[in-house]
């Protein structure tokens, strides 16, 4: 996929469910939907044990709303962030996706909260 071509909109449509997955499952504190469109290389490093660890840490809450702010187009990836908010931060914190096309399937390879 030619991911440089999609227009805004159309990135959107992808990244929106991605994401509302990934949150959901981190949510439900679900290993197995919170990474079910992971790439394999990211399935290796969010292991259960490791998502376990920043589950018991977290102090800031569930994820509550967020509201887009960007995307960066690249012929190969996209990348879609967003301004979050947790349920127990009165703080802003940036939300960073980017998805990849492997064996003809749209894949997070990278996410990240800051």
């Given at each position: 996929m030619d991911f440089d071509k999609l227009t805004d909109e159309e990135i959107?449509?992808?990244a929106n469910p991605l994401m509302d997955n990934l949150m959901e499952g981190s949510s439900e504190r679900s290993?197995?939907?919170h990474t079910r469109d992971f790439t394999d290389r990211l399935k290796a490093i969010?292991?259960?044990e490791n998502l376990l660890k920043q589950w018991k840490e977290n102090k800031i809450g569930e994820f509550?709303?967020?509201e887009f702010?960007?995307?960066?187009?690249?012929s190969d990836s996209i990348f879609v962030l967003?301004?979050?908010?947790f349920?127990?931060?009165h703080e802003e914190f940036l939300a960073e996706i980017c998805i990849v096309e492997q064996a003809g399937k749209l894949l997070v390879d990278h996410v990240?909260?800051?």
């Open positions: 959107l449509n992808i290993h197995q939907k969010v292991t259960e509550s709303k967020r702010l960007s995307i960066i187009h690249k967003w301004k979050q908010w349920t127990n931060s990240w909260i800051r």
